[in-house]
């Protein structure tokens, strides 16, 4: 390999270690060597200039970007070619560091001390691997996922020494169109003989694609058996159990599989998913906290996740039956929220972010789990109408808790306005998000549904004048959402219609007034509710004695 006409970037925060690396290189003929300090640094110079080579350090300093983060970011941002030849290196060989690592696919892995020899046998390796592959990457890099299948098997059906590399490649763009049985076609041969490792994990994951989750089980479990330290079979185990609704044994899988590799996103997205579906929020927090640190200094960042770990926390206080641990969750929750307001990376993520908006809609939910839904009311109101007066539309890191508090509330109307936000926009979220969103829209479906039929019977028998009628409808739809201002009013304005009717005095409705007024009143009001209700507090005033 002819080094001299390749450009090289070295990324090292230990100087000794730099100029050494930076020698090495020279002397085996690279003359267009370019050094950094820092991920940071690295980025900001490859957004100017591409690189053939890049050999980088895994750690880069505390609380900064390290460089299986700097690998994934400069490829989902293409600020390296699909030709560049990515080495990691690394004086730690623990199992989670190396597995981490791996799992990014640098084109290799490098322990020190080593020594030029390996350097260079390393890079060659690699850089003939890349140029080999270079026109499928290239068309991977520009999402022309089918134009690289057909390069991808033009290449398999020629003679090389890559036919295995290709035909991994092959299966994951088929895995990725989901076109299961092609990937399945592809390892078919591997399914006797000696077992190849890549080969039996991929065709545990295309038995979990299409289904088959005891084929995907029992090849998982037999890689497990050749190799325990196995971190993709054990997710696959996860999460055929999972599908399997076996609970128990889909999350010894995944704790596993976290154990073995703990910084990757998708694994602990998984986690919280499994952990979620079989009551295990506990699991489900410690892996929204993992989701939050592993990403908050990467191309993943997201406000969203530091609010997912809040949830998660509050998950946990919701769905238990200790009020001790439930007490004890709230307090982290709202501790990690004191925190947030002094905590760099989400103001560097997001600038708009407010966290004391965030804290009120977080506020009502504590309310809502102990019950207090006035407060939470309370809370949630005043949340909404800061987020108005701060935003044209809601920022997307508020929508899911403040979903969570409508539908708990009952406040099915301002639920379905947001809902409509997210469709309009088209709106993504993070997998975390989604699941609140879908599953608290699950839950609240029937409760709506009948919210809806009362509250509508109610509005047609007022409209007939028949308010004995309404006034029961309009409890009944209450019963759905007992804290919802619009049937509240609704109520009010019927029951005001029935005493204005009679002869004297009902003290049953009167105390029905005074619950309502409460309700209402002190509340922060949408322009709609809040006219409706100034018209009525005059009759109110005028029924209660109290002007």
């Known amino acids: 390999m002819n080094f001299s006409n390749k450009q090289v970037l070295i990324v090292e925060d230990q100087r000794p270690f730099l100029l050494l690396l930076r020698g090495l290189l020279h002397s085996m003929g690279a003359s267009d060597v370019v050094t950094k300090s820092s991920a940071e ?28 983060e700097l690998i994934e970011e400069l490829r989902i941002k293409r600020l390296i070619k699909p030709t560049t030849v990515f080495i990691l290196i690394s004086a730690d060989s623990a199992r989670p560091i190396v597995l981490g690592s791996i799992e990014r696919r640098p084109d290799d892995y490098l322990i020190k001390p080593f020594s030029q020899v390996q350097l260079k046998t390393r890079i060659t390796r690699a850089w003939q691997k890349r140029q080999f592959l270079g026109t ?12 690289a299948i057909d390069l991808c098997e033009d290449l398999i059906s020629a003679p090389s020494p890559y036919k295995g590399t290709c035909e991994q490649l092959l299966v994951e763009l088929y895995l990725r169109l989901e076109q299961n049985d092609k990937a399945l076609d592809v390892l078919t041969p591997y399914l006797e003989g000696k ?5 039996k994990v991929a065709l545990a994951k295309t038995y979990l694609a299409l289904g088959n989750y005891d084929k995907a089980i029992g090849i998982a479990e037999d890689i497990v058996k050749r190799n325990r330290f196995n971190a993709e079979a054990h997710d696959v185990l996860a999460k055929a159990n999972d599908a399997k609704n076996q609970g128990e044994t889909a999350i010894t899988a995944i704790k596993q599989a976290i154990k073995l590799s703990p910084f990757s996103l998708p694994r602990h997205f998984s986690a919280c998913s499994i952990a979620r579906n079989h009551n295990d929020y506990i699991l489900a927090s410690t892996s929204s906290l993992a989701i939050w640190d592993l990403s908050k200094r990467t191309v993943h960042q997201n406000s969203l996740h530091w609010c997912g770990f809040i949830r998660s926390l509050l998950d946990v206080a919701e769905y238990t039956d200790d009020k001790r641990t439930r007490n004890r969750y709230q307090q982290e929750a709202l501790l990690a929220l004191q925190r947030g307001k002094f905590d760099e990376n ?27 839904m006035l407060d939470a009311k309370k809370n949630l109101a005043q949340s909404q109408a800061a987020i108005d007066e701060k935003y044209t539309t809601p920022p997307i890191a508020f929508i899911p808790d403040s979903l969570k508090v409508m539908y708990d509330l009952g406040e099915f109307e301002d639920a379905l306005q947001l809902q409509d936000i997210i469709k309009q926009q088209n709106l993504e979220f993070d997998s975390n998000s989604n699941f609140l969103l879908h599953s608290e829209s699950a839950k609240a479906q029937q409760n709506l ?11 047609q028998l ?17 019963g759905f959402s007992p804290v919802n201002t619009g049937v509240a009013l609704n109520l009010l304005q019927c029951l005001l219609q029935i005493l204005s009717k009679n002869q004297k005095p009902d003290p049953d409705l009167f105390r029905e007034c005074r619950r309502l007024y409460k309700l209402i009143d002190d509340m922060p009001l949408k322009a709609q509710h809040e006219e409706k209700y100034t018209t009525l507090r005059n009759d109110l005033d005028t029924f209660m004695g109290t002007t």
């Open 462 to 478: 007022y409209q007939q004048g028949q308010y004995e009628k309404a006034k029961d409808s309009f409890a009944l739809a209450q």
């Open 195 to 199: 077992p190849i490792i890549w080969a």
């Open 41 to 68: 640094k690295a980025l900001s110079l490859c957004k100017k200039q591409k690189f053939d080579i890049v050999v980088c350090d895994l750690h880069l300093g505390v609380d900064k970007k390290n460089g299986f």
């Open 346 to 372: 989400i103001l560097r993520i997001d600038e708009d972010f407010d966290v004391s908006i965030f804290g009120s809609i977080i506020n009502a939910r504590v309310n809502a789990i102990d019950g207090k």
């Open 449 to 459: 549904t009948n919210y809806q039929q009362f509250n509508r019977e109610g509005i």
């Open 136 to 147: 499928v990457l290239q068309e991977v890099a520009n999402e022309n996922i089918n134009n």
